[in-house]
């Protein structure tokens, strides 16, 4: 870093770029100095916005300033890789938005750029920086839900249909990231089936199941056809149940003191507890600017981000493995961690 | 039937029993005669309710009685095949509950003997009664959804466990007779994965996938583990989409004008269209007494019940198939009805 | 008390004797020996659910019934009066619907002959056996919500229209018994407007407001004119709020940790708390069997009812004031206990 | 106006100013170009936002500057007539921030002023442009509802207090406006009682009703105090009721068809009509933007505004009788509207 402030370079002006120049602008500590994309258009949007900001569509320009320390891939999945490789050999420290890359290769490719560099590389999972997500990490940690059987989830919504990947690609690095970061754990398999209904050869409907050595199983529903947006996620312990619903503008976490004591066939009644419902406060915070200012503080203390590579290739493995087994009928994929040298 | 009411008589004064009788008891054309239970407790408790009804141990007494004219089996699923046959050979109408037999091979053999004895076979799956149910249903066949492209169920709460069977038996036949009403066909596959939690061989979370030959998927999320009971079936149609939500006081089925209208990807956000939602009145009869209804006057008028065994075997060919599924790892199952003659 | 169990005679089976019949049948220590009710019809039906219980025409079999313990008075209001003091003149224990009376004056005498008998008075306000508003009670009594400010209800629904009296007085009472419960004070002032919309002078909307001593303000909206039925009481207390939701079914009470800490002009912002959020777990009881086991428990014990005669009293009297000020255009008006000698 | 465009100055730069700087400069047709504030601070706040406006201490700049259209009074009330009437000497079209005043002659005088000028003035009363308030105009308008009997609206939060006037001055300016909108008619009678509980003599809590000349009512709860933001209106007419719940992502608007068809003694739940809920689809447009261009269509076509200076006394007028009536014990206190010459 080559100053007091992290200077920011973002590669990327669609949908997503414009958030993180926002809240790269907001954190302390950082500044966005230069955005770059290869459609004018947009960076005149960008820029209607964000005057003090320079555009370009040449990225290679943001790439050999060297007043600039971070580079922020926020482009196609495809270009994730070649991005990332470029930006880790001008010697920045990258931030690639979720998920990490297509594949596993490209994805271990992205990590290995950055560890021969001695850079910082962190993954957009911004999930797992959303206040009440870390809430729900922080009861499972503590031991409140006991041991987790399981998660169920619901994400589904009406679009936005993409057209080069399936719903999997497009909602599923969320799960899994959440559901990773909630166990601390691995999946040793996957299943997924789906559906293609308004494209022909792409998945807008898929159900997603993890299998995980502890014998927890994750499981999500994720669309792009549904009458109303739900973001909700069940995690049922073996003392407690909670549910984050993260539509709920006051209770997003909620915590059931309810669950099964000791089955006995004499009292069946008796066996099920039903207990308190107790909805901790959930800081307001956006999750996007959590994130960002993780990034700048590890950067600037050298720290390993709560999302880095490795994260966002056992994410993209979920998913690798996921597809597959959406190609081959849902049937069970096994997922074998390579060996690490 | 010996007179102007249908005579009834009840095998099983279980948890479900007294219901039957306390329905039948409130139906015109009918009345219940006796009701025989192995255990003299619960025929005590049963007669302290109803001192009208005559209570025996021994069920070959209502088998026996000329005045009954119909009998109902209420008792555990693999008494289900043996006692219909006796009381198809001693001349009666039969109602069975839900799940008519815990094999499809058992389950057509009471075909058989109905067929055989030429008296009214109907299987209790009383949610294909439920006037929500039957109002999807008119929605469905009225074309208002457009093609139905998917299904998605949540049917979860918190126990009642079973000792003898999984949740797929307990709550699937639910979601396979509603589905199979609704969408008029029958699944050419099924997969079915699921996890034990509190007893060791018995599981009590399951996800099941069925897939239709219209290219139609329907998918429940079936749990005894859950911190609120869910009775929650949406249906995405390329027209438009509905929510039966089973547990809504006043708006248990809504209309959705939702849905993407021509894919573009010029002017993505409008491609989806976020209209107007409809909630029809829905007549709050008791579904269990529309059914027992319904039974009298097939009986009295010789008509094919809308859940007759048939419908009953279908059913039964679902989830066994699901819990072949089941036993390997999810596996998908064809599907193959088998030829009549 | 003649016997072991409390021999119980029940005047009025209309629409709410039966319910009293079934929660005394269900209750241990007390047997319903007979009804009286004017309407031979009326009897008919009760007897065919109840065959065991004797009906006449003339409550007076029951008040010279010496086998008889307790009456319940289940009548129109204006015969509260004159049946009570008959069965005290016969000795009885009486139990009289809510409202006690439809004027103060009659409320005090019912309250004086049961004194002079020395009998137990108790008044049919259910609420206060209410698991939920027991619940809120004890919250209050413990001091979790601090000093209580301000109680808001809505107490709604579509119909039943009465023809004999006004929403005030049919909806009334719920607030007026369960408010001072919870306030353990009484107003010294109440304020009415309302209107009448579909009976030309039947109020079936009226603004309910109580003061009380300690500054405390009662407000509730009672309505037969509304499109969904809500019961929803909330308690503002200085420490902390709570909402009692009858229509929720799993979280009746709610307790949030919110409030003003202490108002600061420069930061407005962080003057405000807005903590946790926990729902009690609350019995599923229902509160007639409750109320109905006191009442029992009153007589074989010879303690005071919860709702006593006072209590009754001093409903009766926030309604007649509530009712004068409602024809007085809402103007407040003043309630002055009475000097007891 | 001098241009195409309509070039606006905005007197106030606290809480509400930077939204109106927002939407002025998103809507098409205008320009802000210059703030005028006291506090320096604010006004480098603000540049920091928009680099491209001028901001000045001294308010007089922006009146002397030629090329400004329109002024808007975004200050403290006690401030709106003065600098209203400035801007209107100055030939300037002039949006004032609701409430138009805090008395009804500062508000009159106010009108009179922009009459004598021959200049626009507009009264933000942003909820009469919001899209689900017009739905229910609409609704109102073509007669679904019926004659409108009453409306009850609920309107709460924790804080934001005010140091220098009441929650009936915060908060009742929407339920005056939209409910004069939505009736089309004035109050002849208002009623407020209402409570102090965290400032010893700045009301936190009010319960506001309203009488018309077409029998209606309308009652309002205002308060401070709450453990939940609710902004619900429930619309009783005669023939089918809504609901307006601001709170709501996706169903704003509720119209049930529901009703009281003609009371009936002998058939008592007949009376009653609980049809079908119709929830339409209500634009997402946020009010302000609406209310933007509303002001600068008005300024350019000459037309009069939804919430004019007419529109704005109304409301003071309301708010004034109803803050007498607060002192006086919730006396009713009638409105008489001055003769017009």
Same mark, same amino acid.
């Given at each position: 870093m080559t100053g007091a402030e992290l200077k920011v370079g973002i590669i990327g002006a669609g949908y997503w770029g414009p958030n993180l120049v926002r809240n790269f602008y907001e954190a302390p500590g950082a500044d966005v100095v230069a955005v770059a994309d290869l459609d004018p258009e947009r960076l005149g949007a960008l820029h209607k916005r964000f005057p003090a900001v320079r555009t370009t569509t040449d990225h290679r320009e943001l790439l050999n300033?060297?007043?600039?320390?971070a580079i922020c891939v926020v482009t196609p999945i495809s270009t994730h890789r070649p991005l990332a490789e470029e930006a880790f050999a001008a010697g920045k420290h990258v931030f690639v938005e979720k998920? /990490? &890359?297509?594949?596993v290769a490209d994805a271990e490719a992205i990590v290995a750029a950055a560890r021969s560099a001695g850079r910082v590389l962190m993954v957009g999972h911004t999930f797992v920086y959303n206040p009440a997500v870390t809430t729900v990490r922080g009861i499972i940690e503590r031991g409140e839900?006991?041991?987790?059987?399981y998660v169920d989830s619901q994400r589904v919504n009406l679009g936005l249909h993409?057209?080069?990947?399936?719903v999997l690609w497009d909602l599923g690095p969320h799960d899994a990231s959440i559901v990773l970061y909630w166990l601390q754990e691995q999946p040793d398999w996957v299943q997924c089936v789906g559906a293609c209904y308004?494209?022909?050869?792409?998945?807008?409907v898929v159900f997603l199941t993890m299998g995980f050595p502890s014998g927890a199983i994750a499981h999500a529903h994720l669309?792009? /056809? &549904?009458p109303s947006k739900l973001r909700t996620m069940t995690v049922i312990g073996d003392k407690k149940m909670a549910v984050y619903d993260d539509?709920?503008?006051?209770?997003k976490v909620k915590i059931y003191?309810?669950?099964?004591?000791k089955l006995s066939a004499d009292e069946l009644r008796r066996s099920y507890r039903s207990g308190d419902i107790h909805s901790p406060r959930v800081p307001v915070t956006e999750a996007l600017q959590l994130e960002v200012r993780h990034f700048i503080e590890c950067v600037r203390d050298g720290t390993t981000p709560r999302s880095d590579g490795e994260a966002g290739v056992r994410v993209v493995r979920v998913l690798e493995a996921a597809n597959r087994s959406l190609k081959a009928q849902g049937a069970r994929i096994a997922l074998t961690e390579p060996v690490r040298s």
């Open positions: 300033d060297p007043k600039i320390d998920p /990490l &890359a297509g594949t839900l006991g041991k987790v059987q993409q057209f080069d990947f399936n308004v494209q022909s050869d792409i998945e807008d669309s792009w /056809l &549904a539509g709920h503008s006051s209770e003191d309810h669950g099964v004591d």
